[in-house]
């Protein structure tokens, strides 16, 4: 990267520069045109001064011009002049604009490459806090600059030159005098003003410093809740507020007393012609004219003046950014960018024994964590890596995420070394205590590690091809990558998969060996499919819930589902359940909104419901208060079993003591609408509260079928209609399998259900499909959806499905129970039989099923063998192996 | 059944015959009603306990998981009350109950019936003596059985 900002302005931009300063410069040519036309008007348009009417233009006859026709001709011109100069600025604006916006977008594209190549031991000292405003805001005004670096002082100076040579034709002496101070202004304000820069780097460390607290307050907030400290945190981000403010303060001094003096001594220029030229002239040597012209003409000039100063100090102040921003980017130890981009011309394999020698790893004080290591291990094999210090740091080498102080590794007789990313990262893996899980789909984490080239071409629609071809050729010339990120990056056959159809069925062993495949199967029975997309999927599950239903009927299980029937109540689902039948796609027809909703109320009123909607309301409002008055507000019976919140309680209390049993039609519209929000929640099987009769059921019935009927056409997409024979849009796969709800009151029915349901899923082999779609399934922020250790057994199966010739990993199921973590060990080594698997263990009591046992003891390998040869020969293994 | 109608039930069971109505109201409403078929479980011994059961209706055997095989040590009628030991103790299930014949249940749970007990006396000395007298034919059929033995 370029230290120097006008190096890298000039070797990515220079073609920019020059067009956009030709333009400024051919663009004096009508402003000077513009300047003086003016004067025509005035003089010969007007005044008719030194010119004689008719004008014949370009001597041929044939446009002749009357004094008033030559005004408006003129008029015209200046109109024409007027537009071309602004067309001319409209274009160096534009270009500028454009070029700035080019190289702040390569700009920022090679800080973020860098990030990608920093040395990992980087992180530990600098924080995302420090690093995000460097490459989001500092490098901003970065980009103004440039796109007029080189044409601002052109033009500006040019105009200066120009109105300078216009004073020096008028008046030699004066020309001089206007500008017999601007050599000290150019040698003091930059002088003054580097003051105030120096002030302003100040300023920026310290707010880097703000933002790095504030990342950290987040990321460790519940720690600062368990310890209350947030008093000890806010007086010392006010204490860093502080140094901003008198930081602030000062520039503030400094850069307005220089202003004060700038404007002084611009004002100083006036002083002298008034005091000298005035004296000049009563003693008759000089005459008044002379003396407004010499202070005109320094008015005119003191605009492109201000400019070039301007432009000057800004200089001074983005150079200094850039390279303070740069030397922050450039570091020691940091890898080509080839590492990264180069494909390696043949396949590498690295598919072969493991080669230690002399391995040395200091830290950044320089103090030994691996010491003089050697190892060898044999191919294909399994090892277990115990003991105490280094172990993680060993495994780190070993998968190439950091360069060794000294010694070899080889793996295959290749050196490690010598080998790029595009090698490593593919052959080898690594999974630590702690790996990271990204904010997307289940899925694109665990193929993440698929995807390194795109690997086809989208076929795009002409219109689209063409914008694509933009971007391709905008992103080529400000250096970017050009990759297309929505094409298919997958590398299939990495997995062992053919293409996309059997991705899941090759990931399903990987998904398995980290006891992950149940995880990701729950999710996806949560989960849903669009029938449209994938309509072999929702024809299956349409199958299952035939096999489901039948299974239930058959073994004597059919009451412990009541199934959506459309001609018959669901006793066991709510009142607005039974009136849709169907479910809300959106906020609409959600539960709480039904009272309010005009189509719904219509529905009822034509089924001669809606009184009893009101009277059943109020009994529910009573029955509520009753039972819940005096329960504290936090009791978890209001979760579990009120229909009215704690909050909302002491108003429906209110409302109770208005409404009239028998007159509850003249509350006003919003207590009523309350009232009536109750019922549709009820649920005839469970809630023992008066509730709807058989003949009201039967109304219920008849209205569920006009508010079908008769929906409006804008209301059309807000519900999912049950129907036996269609996949329930929007609804979860189990779900639709269930297609009903589980009956009250029957003891064990969610396992039973549960049973009977693995059955179905299994004899149909829906099972896969499933796990598809629990792929879908978006894990949040940092995987903040799933649980710790579910992030784990993703890591680990993640590592496992790019099928890398040796897996490392180090200490990867720390947040396993103890059981799932030996169903794990057990699971992955058989998996990797024939493959190359080094395991960092925390007990020395899990490396049974291993071929090999190494103990690193203080950075040094202490003990070699096969978990028996140990037992029997080391001293040293069987006290590791003793229950502490 | 209605509330009203549930309430009037409870009310039969000797365990809350002096519970006011609109408690015994609360009791009714957020404690489920569960029905068992001939040979389902309510429990096992050594599952964690979270609730306690009242028998409304159908009989149940409790059974004793022995080094010896299992051992019936109680059949459940109507109006009886199971599975208190284990929340009043806090420790795992001490037996399994079976259900024998199609079983309704009143399922209360754990923090519900340590309210019931803080909120009526009668409910807690009610408990104390069940227990009571379940300790007193313990008791009874030790003495018999070390009788037997020695003899």
């Given at each position: 990267?370029e230290?120097n900002l006008y190096s890298f302005i000039l070797k990515y931009s220079l073609k920019q520069q020059v067009i956009i300063t030709l333009l400024s410069v051919v663009s004096f040519i009508p402003y000077y045109y513009y300047l003086s036309i003016p004067k025509s008007i005035v003089n010969q348009g007007i005044q008719g001064k030194d010119i004689s009417y008719p004008v014949d233009l370009f001597g041929w006859g044939l446009w002749q011009f009357d004094n008033t026709a030559y005004l408006f001709l003129l008029c015209g011109v200046f109109l024409l002049l007027v537009l071309i100069q602004q067309g001319f600025k409209y274009a160096i604006n534009y270009f500028q604009g454009v070029a700035g916006e080019r190289m702040l977008r390569r700009l920022r594209y090679e800080?973020?490459?860098?990030?990608?190549?920093?040395?990992?031991?980087?992180?530990?000292?600098?924080?995302?806090?420090?690093?995000?405003?460097?490459?989001i805001a500092e490098v901003e005004p970065v980009g103004g600059f440039i796109g007029e670096s080189f044409a601002l002082p052109i033009f500006q100076g040019g105009m200066l030159l120009v109105i300078f040579g216009f004073l020096l034709l008028q008046n030699p002496l004066m020309a001089l005098a206007a500008v017999a101070l601007y050599p000290i202004q150019f040698y003091f304000v930059p002088k003054m003003q580097a003051k105030v820069r120096?002030?302003g780097?100040?300023?920026?460390?310290?707010?880097?410093?703000?933002?790095?607290?504030?990342?950290?307050?987040?990321?460790?907030?519940?720690?600062?809740?368990?310890?209350?400290?947030?008093?000890?945190?806010?007086?010392?981000?006010?204490?860093?507020?502080?140094?901003?403010?008198?930081?602030?303060?000062?520039i503030y001094q400094r850069k307005f007393m220089v202003k004060f003096l700038n404007n002084f001594i611009q004002q100083l220029g006036p002083f002298f012609f008034y005091a000298i030229g005035g004296y000049l002239t009563i003693r008759g040597q000089m005459d008044v004219g002379t003396v407004v012209a010499a202070v005109n003409a320094h008015k005119e000039m003191a605009a492109p003046w201000k400019e070039l100063l301007n432009h000057y100090q800004q200089r001074e102040d983005v150079k200094q950014k850039y390279e303070?921003v740069v030397?922050?980017?450039?570091?020691?130890?940091?890898?080509?960018?080839?590492?990264?981009?180069?494909?390696?011309?043949?396949?590498?394999?690295?598919?072969?024994?493991?080669?230690?020698?002399?391995?040395?790893?200091?830290?950044?004080?320089?103090?030994?964590?691996?010491?003089?290591?050697?190892?060898?291990?044999?191919?294909?094999?399994?090892?277990?890596?115990?003991?105490?210090?280094?172990?993680?740091?060993?495994?780190?080498?070993?998968?190439?995420?950091?360069?060794?102080?000294?010694?070899?590794?080889?793996?295959?007789?290749?050196?490690?070394?010598?080998?790029?990313?595009?090698?490593?990262?593919?052959?080898?893996?690594?999974?630590?205590?702690?790996?990271?899980?990204?904010?997307?789909?289940?899925?694109?984490?665990?193929?993440?590690?698929?995807?390194?080239?795109?690997?086809?071409?989208?076929?795009?629609?002409?219109a689209?091809?063409a914008r694509?071809e933009r971007e391709v050729a905008e992103a080529e010339a400000s250096g970017n990558?050009?990759?297309?990120?929505?094409?298919?990056?997958?590398?299939?056959?990495?997995?062992?998969?053919?293409?996309?159809?059997?991705?899941?069925?090759?990931?399903?062993?990987?998904?398995?060996?980290?006891?992950?495949?149940?995880?990701?199967?729950?999710?996806?029975?949560?989960?849903?499919?669009?029938?449209?997309?994938?309509?072999?999927?929702?024809?299956?599950?349409?199958?299952?819930?035939?096999?489901?239903?039948?299974?239930?009927?058959?073994?004597?299980?059919?009451?412990?589902?009541?199934?959506?029937?459309?001609?018959?109540?669901?006793?066991?689902?709510?009142?607005?359940?039974?009136?849709?039948?169907?479910?809300?796609?959106?906020?609409?027809?959600?539960?709480?909104?039904?009272?309010?909703?005009?189509?719904?109320?219509?529905?009822?009123?034509?089924?001669?419901?809606?009184?009893?909607?009101?009277?059943?309301?109020?009994?529910?409002?009573?029955?509520?208060?009753?039972?819940?008055?005096?329960?504290?507000?936090?009791?978890?019976?209001?979760?579990?079993?009120?229909?009215?919140?704690?909050?909302?309680?002491?108003?429906?209390?209110?409302?109770?003591?208005?409404?009239?049993?028998?007159?509850?039609?003249?509350?006003?519209?919003?207590?009523?609408?309350?009232?009536?929000?109750?019922?549709?929640?009820?649920?005839?099987?469970?809630?023992?509260?008066?509730?709807?009769?058989?003949?009201?059921?039967?109304?219920?019935?008849?209205?569920?079928?006009?508010?079908?009927?008769?929906?409006?056409?804008?209301?059309?997409?807000?519900?999912?209609?049950?129907?036996?024979?269609?996949?329930?849009?929007?609804?979860?796969?189990?779900?639709?399998?269930?297609?009903?709800?589980?009956?009250?009151?029957?003891?064990?029915?969610?396992?039973?259900?549960?049973?009977?349901?693995?059955?179905?899923?299994?004899?149909?082999?829906?099972?896969?499909?499933?796990?598809?779609?629990?792929?879908?399934?978006?894990?949040?922020?940092?995987?903040?959806?799933?649980?710790?250790?579910?992030?784990?057994?993703?890591?680990?199966?993640?590592?496992?499905?790019?099928?890398?010739?040796?897996?490392?990993?180090?200490?990867?199921?720390?947040?396993?129970?103890?059981?799932?973590?030996?169903?794990?060990?057990?699971?992955?080594?058989?998996?990797?039989?024939?493959?190359?698997?080094?395991?960092?263990?925390?007990?020395?009591?899990?490396?049974?099923?291993?071929?090999?046992?190494?103990?690193?003891?203080?950075?040094?390998?202490?003990?070699?063998?096969?978990?028996?040869?140990?037992?029997?020969?080391?001293?040293?293994?069987?006290?590791?192996?003793?229950?502490? | 059944?209605?509330?009203?109608?549930?309430?009037?039930?409870?009310?039969?069971?000797?365990?809350?015959?002096?519970?006011?109505?609109?408690?015994?109201?609360?009791?009714?409403?957020?404690?489920?009603?569960?029905?068992?078929?001939?040979?389902?479980?309510?429990?096992?011994?050594?599952?964690?306990?979270?609730?306690?059961?009242?028998?409304?209706?159908?009989?149940?055997?409790?059974?004793?998981?022995?080094?010896?095989?299992?051992?019936?040590?109680?059949?459940?009628?109507?109006?009886?009350?199971?599975?208190?030991?284990?929340?009043?103790?806090?420790?795992?299930?001490?037996?399994?109950?079976?259900?024998?014949?199609?079983?309704?249940?009143?399922?209360?749970?754990?923090?519900?019936?340590?309210?019931?007990?803080?909120?009526?006396?009668?409910?807690?000395?009610?408990?104390?003596?069940?227990?009571?007298?379940?300790?007193?034919?313990?008791?009874?059929?030790?003495?018999?059985?070390?009788?037997?033995?020695?003899?």
């Open positions: 990267m230290k800080l973020y490459a860098h990030i990608l190549r920093f040395p990992l031991h980087t992180f530990r000292r600098t924080s995302q806090g420090e690093i995000i405003p460097m490459v120096a002030l780097r100040e300023r920026i460390k310290n707010q880097r410093r703000l933002s790095d607290r504030i990342g950290e307050t987040i990321s460790g907030v519940t720690d600062l809740h368990t310890h209350d400290v947030s008093n000890r945190m806010l007086a010392e981000f006010s204490g860093r507020l502080s140094i901003s403010y008198w930081i602030r303060v000062e303070q030397t922050q980017f450039v570091l020691d130890g940091m890898r080509g960018p080839d590492d990264q981009h180069v494909e390696p011309e043949q396949p590498v394999s690295l598919a072969g024994p493991v080669a230690v020698s002399g391995l040395v790893l200091h830290d950044d004080q320089g103090q030994p964590i691996l010491e003089n290591l050697s190892l060898s291990l044999p191919w294909p094999s399994r090892v277990a890596v115990v003991g105490d210090n280094g172990r993680d740091e060993l495994l780190q080498l070993l998968a190439r995420l950091h360069d060794p102080t000294r010694g070899r590794i080889a793996i295959n007789e290749r050196n490690l070394a010598e080998l790029p990313e595009t090698v490593t990262g593919r052959r080898l893996a690594y999974v630590g205590p702690a790996s990271y899980v990204f904010n997307t789909s289940l899925g694109d984490n665990l193929f993440m590690g698929l995807r390194h080239r795109p690997l086809t071409t989208r076929s795009l629609s002409e689209v091809q694509y990558s050009s990759y297309d990120p929505d094409a298919d990056w997958t590398d299939y056959a990495a997995a062992g998969a053919d293409g996309p159809d059997n991705l899941v069925t090759v990931a399903i062993a990987a998904l398995k060996a980290a006891s992950f495949d149940e995880d990701v199967y729950q999710l996806g029975m949560r989960g849903t499919v669009d029938p449209a997309a994938k309509p072999d999927v929702a024809e299956r599950v349409l199958a299952a819930r035939r096999a489901f239903r039948e299974k239930l009927t058959n073994g004597a299980l059919a009451d412990l589902v009541e199934s959506w029937d459309p001609a018959r109540y669901n006793s066991n689902a709510t009142v607005a359940e039974n009136l849709m039948f169907g479910t809300a796609r959106n906020g609409i027809y959600h539960e709480d909104n039904l009272a309010r909703d005009s189509h719904m109320l219509r529905v009822l009123d034509e089924v001669g419901l809606r009184q009893r909607f009101l009277e059943i309301g109020h009994e529910v409002a009573a029955t509520m208060v009753e039972l819940f008055a005096d329960l504290p507000p936090e009791h978890e019976f209001f979760q579990q079993f009120s229909f009215i919140s704690s909050e909302d309680l002491p108003d429906y209390k209110d409302l109770l003591q208005r409404a009239k049993p028998g007159a509850l039609d003249q509350l006003p519209e919003g207590d009523r609408a309350r009232l009536m929000s109750l019922p549709f929640k009820l649920v005839f099987a469970r809630h023992r509260l008066g509730h709807f009769n058989d003949a009201e059921r039967e109304a219920i019935l008849k209205a569920r079928k006009i508010f079908a009927d008769t929906l409006p056409e804008d209301r059309q997409g807000a519900i999912a209609f049950f129907d036996p024979e269609h996949f329930t849009v929007s609804s979860s796969i189990v779900d639709n399998i269930l297609f009903g709800r589980v009956a009250y009151g029957q003891a064990q029915a969610q396992e039973k259900i549960g049973r009977v349901m693995a059955d179905v899923v299994e004899q149909l082999k829906l099972r896969e499909p499933i796990i598809a779609v629990g792929l879908l399934f978006e894990v949040g922020i940092a995987g903040a959806r799933l649980t710790a250790a579910q992030r784990q057994k993703l890591s680990i199966a993640r590592a496992l499905v790019k099928q890398p010739d040796w897996v490392m990993l180090s200490e990867a199921t720390a947040a396993l129970d103890p059981r799932s973590h030996a169903v794990v060990v057990k699971a992955v080594t058989e998996l990797r039989k024939e493959a190359g698997l080094i395991w960092s263990l925390q007990r020395a009591t899990d490396c049974e099923s291993f071929d090999i046992v190494v103990v690193v003891e203080n950075g040094r390998v202490t003990h070699t063998g096969s978990y028996s040869e140990l037992c029997e020969k080391s001293a040293r293994f069987k006290q590791m192996l003793a229950p502490a | 059944m209605s509330l009203i109608e549930e309430v009037e039930l409870l009310r039969r069971i000797p365990l809350f015959a002096k519970i006011e109505p609109s408690k015994l109201k609360l009791l009714a409403f957020t404690s489920q009603r569960l029905t068992y078929k001939p040979g389902d479980v309510l429990f096992h011994q050594g599952d964690p306990g979270d609730a306690a059961f009242v028998i409304i209706g159908g009989e149940a055997d409790v059974v004793v998981d022995t080094p010896t095989g299992p051992l019936k040590v109680a059949h459940l009628r109507q109006n009886d009350f199971v599975g208190e030991i284990a929340i009043l103790c806090d420790v795992p299930r001490t037996a399994t109950v079976t259900a024998t014949l199609e079983t309704t249940v009143l399922r209360i749970e754990k923090d519900l019936f340590f309210r019931l007990i803080g909120d009526f006396p009668q409910i807690a000395i009610e408990i104390m003596r069940v227990l009571a007298q379940r300790l007193d034919r313990t008791t009874a059929d030790l003495r018999e059985l070390s009788a037997k033995v020695k003899g």
